[in-house]
């Protein structure tokens, strides 16, 4: 009704909730305003809110990177592949755990070093968020360093009794392609125990989606592992408003 009343340009809100909202119009058929960009600055959006809300309904997305440390991180362009890096105002770099700089199209822990705080300067900073810095150059002519994806946090991280780690960009691999999955959160209940639970998209077929995940995880977290699909309506949130995809 909001929406409506005030017929706003721009729609600024959480990538989670966007996604929410417009399925649930969709889905009421509800007549709403449509403004002329969405954006969000925090969650993420899966693929298929996405093209029921650029494809279908119209409306071009948007997103930043922003930190409470570090305003103003990154932005997407119009083209929309990852995140332009704002280097005048702060120098991203990522690292591995040793704190080795890790290689272009390699996956390294976000550190910032903020060149406008005047209250408190913040050099070598760790946000402890997941990234992969593009060895390409952006089709869109800016010739800043971007980020192609934020693959989690470093506290999403699973290790398994074996020693091996799961990076949550590796499972956000198995379920970002699926047009089938708007969402997702693993969550590991023990050692060799996971249940995976998954927003189904409308009209799949349930059972050869389940069976499909459980192998591609199954093979993530090897064979000794206990992994469950569960097909659930809603997610949590933590107190921050934010949404955490892989829970250890």
């Given amino acids: 009704d909001l929406l409506n009343q005030y017929k706003p340009d721009i729609l600024v809100t959480y990538g989670g909730y966007l996604g929410v909202f ?8 509800k007549e709403i305003h449509k403004p002329r960009i969405a954006t969000y600055g925090a969650g993420s959006i899966s693929e298929p809110d996405r093209q029921l809300i650029e494809e279908e309904l119209q ?16 932005f997407t362009c119009e083209l929309r592949k990852g995140f332009h890096l704002h280097s005048d105002l702060c120098v991203v770099s990522l690292i591995d755990k040793k704190g080795e700089p890790v290689e272009p199209g390699e996956c390294g822990e976000v550190v910032i070093s903020n060149l406008v705080n005047r209250a408190m300067v913040l050099l070598n900073y760790r946000l402890g968020d997941l990234a992969v810095l593009s060895k390409r150059s952006c089709e869109c002519g800016r010739t800043f360093p971007w ?8 506290h999403e991280i699973i290790e398994l009794p074996d020693g091996q780690v799961v990076d949550p960009g590796l ?12 969402g997702y959160q693993v969550v590991q209940r023990g050692p060799w125990s996971f249940a995976a639970k998954v ?3 409308e009209g ?5 989606l389940e069976k499909e995940l459980r192998r591609e995880l199954q093979s993530i977290f090897r064979d000794k592992a206990q992994v ?21």
């Fill in 22 to 29: 417009f399925r649930y119009a969709a889905a009421h058929k």
């Fill in 59 to 74: 409306i071009p997305i948007l997103s930043v990177y922003n930190a409470c440390e570090a305003l103003n991180l990154g």
């Fill in 147 to 154: 980020l192609e994806s934020l693959q989690g946090r470093t």
């Fill in 171 to 182: 499972l956000w691999s198995v379920f970002k392609k699926r047009k089938e999955v708007q």
């Fill in 199 to 201: 927003l189904p998209t």
């Fill in 204 to 208: 799949i077929n349930m059972k050869t």
């Fill in 228 to 248: 469950d699909i569960l097909f659930v309506k809603d997610f949590p949130v933590t107190a921050g408003r934010k949404f955490r995809s892989v829970v250890p």
